[in-house]
């Protein structure tokens, strides 16, 4: 008998993930509250996601395997994949995920499985997917299997990674772990490693938080660099010749909706145990003021023009959620600046405070009258910019987050250069240093 899975939230993880379900001739029902995308998706078009994403998505769709509705049914495994953001006051929201629990659970029946993907503080498994079932009248030990199994994607390579990434799968039960480890070792070809919901729930945190300090660590030793005239790049190139080294690399600032947000999980309940792990957010929150004041001292003052180069908060995807350039366009903004943002991915930007990002897709209409030019993102498009790149439109300034561009040429040019983790050079000085 196929087995039929529903998944709700069909968003950057749920939508692939249900494709590839599919794919592997299962019946899915992709079940989203937004009309407009299960309309495109029941016309058989996938409207969003990255290149590899779209076919996958459009051959399910177009095989029947794959159908999209707004509201849940009937199924054997349910799969909930919503947001859980933070609360400006740094709080887990998971108002997303208890709707989505209860509309699921009216059509939840013994015998059926349900799998929390959603990053969730530790605990969530238990209290809203048991609570639910318990509401319902339903045994959420006995008479269902209730998992927690945590995505770890990359954006940008999100179809490969669902499939070959070895995944935690916790269990309410150890029944309930094993039957998720069958499950996701059906469609995947990484390993499915069961422990209890809250461990599994735990390690999610833990990944990213883990990334978050490390980057935390990184711009220490930038800002240490900075300070002492050394260039951080090639400390860190040489320390991490070390057996047990691994020093990540500094930037702009920390951006996505996954780690600036998912260590706020612990800090909220485990508060004296994450004065690290405060911190270390903090500091990755700060980097975007850090590099303005870098330039600030470098003579930008209020009224002039910065050219933001990125927006997605990583390189080459399109994606721009709690993007470090964010932070910036407000510290832009509170410091009397005016910019425009360019870049060839991102066509849309959502900034909390309800400022503009003056996005544009033309690098030279970004520069064009602009004081300095600030690389926030690693796309393949701004490695090695140099003057030429920019038509003859020369900043006085660039400030380099990403440590991307053509230093010599841009100093040789006559524009100061203010790099992460490396002393600012001005051109006056460069042009001292030059032999004669
Ligand atoms: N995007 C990533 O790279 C990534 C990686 C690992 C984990 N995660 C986690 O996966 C979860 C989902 O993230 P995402 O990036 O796919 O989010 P997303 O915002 O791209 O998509 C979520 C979808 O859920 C829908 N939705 C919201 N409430 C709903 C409800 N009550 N019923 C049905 N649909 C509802 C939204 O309309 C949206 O389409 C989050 O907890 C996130 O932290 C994301």
Request: glycine residues 8%; proline residues 6%.
């Amino acid at each position: 008998m196929v087995e039929k899975v529903v998944v709700v939230g069909l968003g950057y993880v749920g939508l692939p993930t249900a494709a590839l379900i599919a794919d592997k001739r299962y019946e899915v029902l992709g079940v989203d509250v937004n009309e407009a995308l299960v309309s495109e998706l029941q016309a058989g078009r996938c409207p969003l996601g990255e290149a590899e994403i779209i076919p996958v998505v459009e051959r399910a769709l177009s095989s029947g395997r794959l159908r999209a509705a707004i509201k849940p049914d009937n199924g054997d495994i349910f799969i909930i994949c919503v947001p859980t953001p933070i609360t400006p006051n740094k709080r887990a929201d998971l108002s997303m995920v208890t709707k989505a629990v209860q509309a699921a659970m009216q059509h939840v029946r013994p015998g059926n499985m349900v799998i929390l993907e959603s990053t969730s503080p530790i605990g969530t498994t238990e209290s809203i997917i048991a609570g639910a079932a318990r509401d319902v009248g339903l045994d959420p030990t006995i008479d269902l299997d209730i998992c927690y199994c945590p995505e770890r994607v990359f954006p940008g390579n999100t179809i490969n990674e669902i499939l070959k990434n070895d995944r935690v799968v916790g269990g309410l039960t150890p029944r309930a772990a094993l039957r998720a480890k069958g499950f996701y070792e059906s469609f995947c070809a990484g390993k499915a490693f069961p422990v209890t919901a809250a461990e599994a729930e735990f390690s999610k945190l833990m990944e990213n938080t883990y990334r978050d300090v490390n980057i935390a660590l990184a711009n220490s030793f930038a800002h240490i660099a900075e300070r002492s005239g050394i260039d951080v790049s090639k400390v860190i190139e040489v320390a991490n010749r070390h057996p047990r080294v691994n020093v990540h690399t500094p930037g702009p600032g920390v951006g996505g909706h996954c780690i600036p947000v998912d260590p706020w999980f612990l800090v909220e309940r485990y508060p004296e145990e994450t004065k690290l792990i405060h911190e270390a957010r903090l500091i990755n929150d700060r980097q975007p003021e850090r590099l303005l004041a870098a330039a600030g001292a470098s003579g930008l003052v209020a009224g002039e023009k910065v050219a933001i180069l990125g927006a997605a908060y990583r390189g080459n995807i399109d994606d721009a959620r709690d993007t470090p350039t964010e932070k910036l366009i407000d510290a832009l903004a509170d410091a009397g600046l005016t910019w425009a943002t360019h870049d060839p991915h991102v066509t849309r930007m959502h900034i909390e405070s309800g400022r503009d990002p003056n996005l544009t897709a033309d690098l030279i209409d970004a520069v064009r009258g602009a004081a300095a030019v600030f690389v926030m993102t690693d796309h393949t498009q701004y490695k090695h910019l140099a003057p030429a790149s920019f038509s003859g439109l020369l900043p006085r300034m660039i400030v380099d987050g990403r440590r991307l561009v053509d230093t010599d040429a841009f100093l040789a040019a006559g524009v100061t250069v203010i790099s992460v983790g490396a002393p600012t050079v001005s051109a006056g000085d460069y042009v001292q240093r030059i032999p004669a």
